[in-house]
C-alpha cells in the first residue's frame, strides 16, 4: 500500500526557506511522477513542482526560480526545497504521486509565510 508522509512545514517569515520532505513506502519513487501541490483557504489545489520518473522537472510560474523538487532514490524521498517564500506561498502542501493512471496523496504539511 502506498504511504506518502510529508514534514518540513511550519512558520517562516517572508524571504525566509523552508524544505518539505516526503518519505514514500510501498512504492519506489523513481517510477511515474512524484509530485507537490498545494491549497490556499478557499483555492482550488493548484501543481506547485513534479519531477518525472526520467528526472525531468517543472514548475508552475508562480514558484519559477524559487523552488526547487528533488529526490533521493536511496531514501525514497522527494524534497522541495523553497526560498525567496512570499505571504502568498502560505498554504497546505501536499505530496503526490502519479502512476498507473492512479493518485496518491500524503496527508499535507502546513507552510505559513507571515510577519
Known amino acids: 500500500q502506498v504511504q506518502l508522509v510529508e514534514s518540513g512545514g511550519g512558520l517562516v517569515q517572508p524571504g525566509g526557506s523552508l524544505r518539505l520532505s516526503c518519505v514514500a513506502s510501498g512504492v519506489i519513487i523513481n517510477v511515474g511522477t512524484m509530485g507537490w501541490y498545494r491549497q490556499a483557504p478557499g483555492k482550488q489545489r493548484e501543481s506547485v513542482a513534479v519531477i518525472l520518473s526520467d528526472g525531468t522537472t517543472s514548475y508552475a510560474d508562480s514558484v519559477k526560480g524559487r523552488f526547487t523538487i528533488s529526490r533521493d532514490n536511496a531514501r525514497n524521498t522527494v524534497y522541495l526545497q523553497m526560498n525567496s517564500l512570499k505571504s502568498e506561498d502560505t498554504a497546505v502542501y501536499y505530496c503526490?504521486?502519479?502512476?498507473?493512471?492512479?493518485?496518491?496523496w500524503g496527508q499535507g504539511t502546513q507552510v505559513t509565510v507571515s510577519s
Open positions: 503526490n504521486r502519479r502512476a498507473f493512471s492512479k493518485d496518491s
